[in-house]
């Protein structure tokens, strides 16, 4: 993965835990990073709003191989939320309707767990979304 606008320090093992995940979803998924890049924009608070005038902290644009966060915070930020969007490229599931049935929620909410002493209240689910 190509990453501009921070430093890599801690995404190497983040990525690791990442496609470990997420690859029953697509098995090429680490080959698939070579062609990522991955731009963090370090606002203030992690979130922007993004030109369809959503409060985001995170997008991925699977027909442009591009990811976008608001923080190199990786464990807390949208990253692991970002990864699923990739694993289902090209399918842009914008609206997470096949998330649930894939388990992915309760991927996302374990990966973020085991940094954190709760999970992630649901409505920050979608705060994160494209």
Known sequence: MQVH????????ETESEAVEAFSGLYAGLC?????????VWETEDGTWVDSYGR?????MWCDLA??????NE???NAYFHEMAHLAQCPMQ??????????????????LRAKYFQQSFPDNLRDADAP
Request: aromatic share 10%; hydrophobic share 35%.
């Open 5 to 12: 606008g921070s430093d890599c320090e801690g995404l190497g």
């Open 31 to 39: 080959e698939r990073l070579s062609f990522v890049t991955l731009y």
């Open 55 to 59: 409060k985001v902290a995170g997008l």
């Open 66 to 71: 591009t990811m976008e966060l608001g923080s």
């Open 74 to 76: 990786w464990r807390s």
């Open 93 to 110: 599931d914008g609206s997470h309707s096949t998330w649930e049935a894939l388990g992915l929620w309760v991927k996302i909410d374990t």
